[in-house]
Structures are given as structure tokens and as C-alpha cells.
């Protein structure tokens, strides 16, 4: 059984800071690996998709990794703001087709000081 | 991408009533899914919505409790049933083309029960 692992569960970090979020998984068979945001009490948004055969996803200041074979992806803020104070959370997706789901981490919660 | 409008996006209910709420996608999508983030938890998968047929849901979720629908492939609904305090949580509604692509989520609908 596929387990998501995020690690510490909260970061408080000053502004301007650049930063490094993990995700850990137990079963490096993976179709994909998904990195979301959300805020209190709001859904999910979707911020960067790598697929297993990728290395890295980059969107404007973020960044993220994917090292399958270790069962690790990261995902980099570059100068955080306070506006990316939210949950992020990394979600697995172990097969392709239409009936394959996601297994997600519990999400690291991120509090960027002004 | 999808935009997924989700409603109510809160509600606070009483012991043994129920709750339907509802999920529209801007587009015609494959896969629709319904999740609930319980408070300090990951999201766990409750159902997978197929159209046209009933719904196929994970271990410890059932029909009776959840009912869901989806008449098209745009519009799906959530039912929570005789509901207790246990239920309360955030539920969430997403969707996706297709299991290589980002999967999108509404905004949420977070559910007290008293």
C-alpha cells in the first residue's frame, strides 16, 4: 500500500527566504507525482505535475523534483512571500487510466513572515 | 485546465439530516471524484463519479450514506446522509481528462455537524 510522507508537518520561515518542501513516497512505481496549495478552509489548486519519466516541473518561482528510484520529490519556493503562506501537499498517482487515483501526504502547513 | 465551481461552500447541519452538494465543471471531463479532508488529515478518496453509472466508491464508504450522481459529463452531487457529528469535514469535488493530466478540485464545501 502506497504511503505519502511530508515532512515536518509546519515550516515558519522569514521573507525573501528560499525554501524546500519533501515529499516521500514507499512505493517508487508511480505514473505521476502532483504538487498542490491550499488555503484555510479552501480546495485544492493545483501547482506543478511531473511524470515519472520527468526530472523536475518549473512554474514562475517554483520548482519541483522527482527522484522515482528513491521515492522522493521536493519542491522549491524561490524569495517566499507572504502570499505563499498555504498547505502543500504532493499527491502519488500509481497507474495510468481512468480509474487510477491518488494518494496524498498530509501537506507540510507554511507560514512565510512579512 | 478546468474550473470547478462547488456548492455550498459551507454549511452547518443538524444530527440526521442530510447534505447534497453539488459540482459543475466549465468543461466535459472523464473523471470526477469526490474526497474528504477530515480536520488535520490527508484527503481521502470517498467515490469515484461514473457517468451514467453508479458510482464507485472506496473501502469503508457505502452507497446508503454517500449517494452520489452524475447525469453528465459536467455535473456531479454528493449526498451526505443521516449525518452526525463524525461527518464533519471539509468535501471536496475534482476532476480530470485524463490520468496524465492535472487533476482539478472546487473549492470546497466544509460541513459541521452539531
Known amino acids: 500500500k502506497q504511503e505519502v510522507t511530508q515532512i515536518p508537518a509546519a515550516l515558519s520561515v522569514p521573507e525573501g527566504e528560499n525554501l524546500v518542501l519533501n515529499c516521500s513516497f514507499t512505493?517508487?512505481?508511480?505514473?505521476?507525482l502532483q504538487w498542490f496549495r491550499q488555503d484555510p478552509g479552501k480546495g485544492l489548486t493545483s501547482l506543478l505535475l511531473?511524470?515519472?519519466?520527468?526530472r523536475e516541473q518549473t512554474s514562475g518561482r517554483l520548482n519541483a523534483s522527482l527522484d522515482k528510484s528513491s521515492g522522493r520529490s521536493t519542491l522549491y519556493i524561490a524569495a517566499s512571500q507572504p502570499g505563499d503562506s498555504a498547505t502543500y501537499l504532493c499527491?502519488?498517482?500509481?497507474?495510468?487510466?481512468?480509474?487510477?487515483?491518488?494518494?496524498f501526504g498530509k501537506g507540510i502547513t507554511l507560514s512565510v513572515r512579512p | 485546465s478546468a474550473v470547478i465551481s462547488q456548492k455550498p461552500s459551507r454549511d452547518i447541519c443538524q444530527r440526521g439530516t442530510s447534505l447534497t452538494i453539488q459540482c459543475q465543471v466549465d468543461?466535459?471531463?472523464?473523471?470526477m471524484f469526490w474526497y474528504r479532508q477530515q480536520p488535520g488529515q490527508s484527503l481521502t478518496l470517498i467515490a469515484t463519479?461514473?457517468?451514467?453509472?453508479?458510482?464507485?466508491?472506496e473501502s469503508g464508504f457505502v452507497i446508503d450514506k454517500f449517494p452520489i450522481s452524475r447525469p453528465n459529463l459536467t455535473f456531479s452531487t454528493l449526498t451526505v446522509s443521516n449525518m452526525s457529528p463524525e461527518d464533519s469535514s471539509i468535501y471536496l469535488c475534482?476532476?480530470?481528462?485524463?490520468?496524465?493530466?492535472?487533476?482539478?478540485f472546487g473549492s470546497g464545501t466544509q460541513l459541521s455537524v452539531l
Open positions: 512505493d517508487s512505481a508511480i505514473y505521476n
Open positions: 511531473i511524470q515519472s519519466s520527468q
Open positions: 463519479a461514473n457517468q451514467g453509472s453508479e458510482a464507485t466508491y
Open positions: 468543461s466535459q471531463v472523464t473523471m
Open positions: 475534482s476532476a480530470g481528462a485524463s490520468a496524465n493530466e492535472k487533476l482539478f
Open positions: 499527491a502519488v498517482r500509481r497507474q495510468a487510466g481512468a480509474n487510477s487515483k491518488l494518494t
